[in-house]
């Protein structure tokens, strides 16, 4: 796992209003990463550690599937050996919709058995999916599906799902 960290800071950063900075800063960047996926048809993984003061850290990642956990782990550590206020974390991913309240496949990957990535095309989407958490509780995570058109090369956006409270490996940072 290669880790690559550039100092960053948010101008509408109000550090009487953490919680506040924070929730508008994570939607400024879920709103970028979805104009950069449009403009590069594909996005970098990367995480933003925000302290109480928004002077915070751009944490790119490269490394295998296969290190995830420790990766997980590497981002626990980080926030508290630098008391983060929050964390928003970018990546692409495959991800299944359930297509009943009982779908046997989803149930397949919550317990393990197979993951999302292992499904035939047809039974897994391509998606965006831009999580923010901080230590006061709030949690949101945005998956905005993608389309791509492969013969023209082109890549839309489709349907944005919202979801908080979430759970998994990276879920729950802040214990």
């Given at each position: 796992?290669?880790?690559?960290?550039?100092?960053?800071?948010?101008?509408?950063?109000?550090?009487?209003?953490?919680?506040?900075?924070?929730?508008?800063?994570?939607?400024?960047?879920?709103?970028?990463?979805?104009?950069?996926?449009?403009?590069?048809?594909?996005?970098?993984?990367?995480?933003?550690?925000?302290?109480?003061?928004?002077k915070g850290t751009l944490v790119t990642i490269q490394g295998?599937?296969?290190?995830?956990?420790?990766?997980?782990?590497?981002?626990?550590?980080?926030?508290?050996?630098?008391?983060?206020?929050?964390?928003?974390?970018?990546?692409?991913?495959?991800?299944?919709?359930?297509?009943?309240?009982?779908?046997?496949?989803?149930?397949?990957?919550?317990?393990?058995?197979?993951?999302?990535?292992?499904?035939?095309?047809?039974?897994?989407?391509?998606?965006?999916?831009?999580?923010?958490?901080?230590?006061?509780?709030?949690?949101?995570?945005?998956?905005?599906?993608?389309?791509?058109?492969?013969?023209?090369?082109?890549?839309?956006?489709?349907?944005?799902?919202?979801?908080?409270?979430?759970?998994?490996?990276?879920?729950?940072l802040f214990g």
């Amino acid at each position: 796992m290669e880790i690559q960290a550039h100092p960053i800071a948010y101008a509408e950063w109000d550090a009487k209003d953490p919680m506040v900075s924070f929730q508008k800063f994570a939607d400024f960047i879920h709103g970028n990463a979805k104009k950069y996926l449009l403009e590069d048809k594909t996005h970098a993984e990367m995480m933003f550690f925000m302290p109480l003061d928004g002077k915070g850290t751009l944490v790119t990642i490269q490394g295998k599937a296969t290190e995830r956990d420790e990766m997980a782990q590497w981002v626990r550590d980080y926030i508290a050996q630098h008391y983060i206020f929050g964390v928003v974390h970018v990546c692409e991913s495959w991800v299944k919709f359930a297509d009943s309240p009982n779908d046997h496949t989803v149930r397949q990957i919550q317990a393990g058995e197979i993951k999302v990535s292992e499904l035939k095309p047809e039974h897994r989407t391509e998606a965006l999916s831009v999580s923010a958490q901080s230590r006061d509780g709030f949690s949101i995570n945005w998956i905005d599906e993608m389309v791509r058109h492969k013969k023209k090369g082109s890549l839309k956006l489709g349907q944005c799902h919202q979801f908080s409270g979430f759970e998994g490996r990276f879920g729950k940072l802040f214990g």
